[in-house]
Nanobody, 124 residues
Framework: QVQLVESGGGLVQAGDSLRLSCAAS????????MGWFRQAPGKERQFVAT????????GYADSVKGRYTISRDNAKNTVYLQMNNLKPEDTAVYYC?????????????????WGQGTQVTVSS
């Protein structure tokens, strides 16, 4: 079992930056892949970013590529999502996810554990 707790969301203006954090507990953090997804009101949950167990492999949605960076600190059992140059269309609830295998994935069905989410609101 893995418990995930997100933090760092908030209300910002377009062009600002935010860093989301996700603290994990339970299963050995350094052996599992992690991801971030988001869901805007009235829309389906969308892949944002993923990172492998070691941090050496990452993947991003086209809509955030070049603006977002996913990283992890296995010593702290934490994964981060650095979001720069935020846009109003980035407004959503952001969810941290974990899967039981070491390999990164953009498929929401590949993830076994989900956090409660943190709200990110970007005003124009």
């Amino acid at each position: 079992q893995v418990q995930l707790v997100e933090s760092g969301g908030g209300l910002v203006q377009a062009g600002d930056s935010l860093r989301l954090s996700c603290a994990a507990s339970g299963r050995t953090f350094s052996t599992i892949a992690m991801g971030w997804f988001r869901q805007a009101p009235g829309k389906e949950r969308q892949f944002v970013a993923t990172v492998s167990w070691s941090g050496s492999s990452t993947g991003y949605a086209d809509s955030v590529k070049g603006r977002y960076t996913i990283s992890r600190d296995n010593a702290k059992n934490t994964v981060y999502l650095q979001m720069n140059n935020l846009k109003p269309e980035d407004t959503a609830v952001y969810y941290c996810t974990a899967r039981k295998t070491p390999y990164a994935s953009s498929d929401p069905g590949a993830y076994d554990y989900w956090g409660q989410g943190t709200q990110v609101t970007v005003s124009s």
